[in-house]
């Protein structure tokens, strides 16, 4: 009998997952899992979780929660030898990683994905110490995110993060930083960079359209210096899919990317703080076996079509 093991964060998103756990539990045994369950208590507490559930070699960990949850999950498993698949329920603000695996916001559908058993080896990224699945960065647009209360959160979702970001914008300034990427190299003064795994990017899918998970290579994107007003306009141009072409936007592929900064630059992993660069990011190729939709991941295009990465 394969064995389950359930990291939940009861206080995520709208926090709803506790009321549904016996109906999860009881779905989970009747599919053939001898399942157990860990609510996680504090920050850190589900990566401690997690190298528990590897070290006692459960087959399937599920992550259910946010990005954050998820994130603290992936950072307990990565490093070990033997990695149990895992699984997402995501029930946190954002899910960003969730939509990126096509895995559906509503919960039963979520353990529907995972009863069905179909996975897939996907990439996922480290920079210094820490690991990622979905995204990291820097610049100071990208420290607002810190800023926002989980109070606010838990009550206006996403939204939360815009009526931030729109009150914080006038205090963002470029960075100086220098880039290493794949053997080549870039300097100048820039508003933000992203080292992105995925498509989906703070529910902006339309960001790094031809992000492949399972390809050994981070989409980098640079956005260079600008003014307020030409970062709104921009930001707009992204949310429509349209930004590909802006001349201060760079956009481009590698398996590697270094990072240094004269001054201070604050790392952002996965939508939190990460500590402070200077940092390597390293793509880890198929690290992760997931559980996902398997109609949406057995297609040919989706996961084997050839990059055609704009340089
Ligand atoms: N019992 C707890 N009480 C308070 N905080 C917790 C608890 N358990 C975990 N946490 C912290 O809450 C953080 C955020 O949780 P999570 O990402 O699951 O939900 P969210 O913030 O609602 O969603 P998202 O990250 O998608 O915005 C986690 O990174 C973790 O550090």
């Known amino acids: 009998m394969q064995r389950a093991r359930i990291i939940y964060n009861p206080t995520s998103g709208r926090e709803v997952i506790r009321k549904v756990?016996?109906?999860i539990l009881q779905r989970f045994e009747q599919t053939g899992y001898e399942t157990s369950t860990h609510a996680t208590t504090c920050a850190g507490d589900a990566t401690k979780a997690a190298q528990i559930?590897?070290?006692?070699?459960?087959?399937?960990v599920v992550?259910?929660?946010?990005?954050g949850t998820i994130n603290e999950v992936?950072?307990?498993?990565?490093e070990q030898p033997f990695r149990p698949k895992l699984g997402i329920i995501p029930v946190g603000t954002t899910n960003d990683f969730a939509?990126?695996?096509?895995?559906?916001?509503n919960i039963h559908k979520a353990v529907d994905v995972i009863l069905q058993d179909y996975s897939t080896p996907l990439d996922i990224g480290r920079v210094n110490d820490q690991y990622f699945m979905n995204i990291a960065g820097g610049g100071k647009i990208t420290e607002l995110s810190?800023?926002?209360?989980?109070?606010l959160k838990t009550m206006l979702g996403q939204l939360a993060y815009y009526l931030k970001g729109i009150e914080m914008l006038p205090s963002v300034r470029p960075t100086y930083v220098e880039m290493e990427y794949d053997g080549k190299l870039y300097k100048g003064d820039i508003m933000l960079f992203l080292v992105s795994n995925t498509n989906s990017v703070g529910g902006l899918e339309k960001l790094a359209p031809k992000a492949k998970m399972d390809d050994g290579l981070f989409d980098l994107m640079i956005i260079e210096k600008m003014n307020i007003a030409e970062f709104v306009r921009l930001a707009t141009l992204a949310i429509q899919g349209t930004h590909l072409n802006h001349p201060?936007?760079?956009?481009?592929?590698?398996s590697r990317v270094k990072?240094?900064?004269?001054?201070?630059?604050?790392?952002n992993i996965d939508g939190e703080f990460g500590g402070l660069l200077p940092g390597e990011f390293v793509n880890l190729y198929k690290h992760i076996d997931f559980f996902v939709p398997e109609d949406k991941f057995s297609d040919e295009r989706i996961i084997h079509e050839k990059r055609s990465s704009v340089e």
């Open 259 to 267: 990072v240094k900064t004269e001054e201070k630059m604050q790392l």
């Open 63 to 67: 992550a259910a929660g946010g990005d």
């Open 99 to 105: 939509r990126a695996l096509y895995v559906p916001r």
């Open 248 to 254: 201060k936007f760079i956009h481009t592929t590698a």
């Open 74 to 78: 992936i950072n307990g498993v990565a």
């Open 21 to 23: 756990l016996p109906d």
């Open 146 to 151: 810190y800023e926002v209360p989980s109070k």
């Open 53 to 60: 559930a590897v070290d006692r070699k459960f087959d399937v």
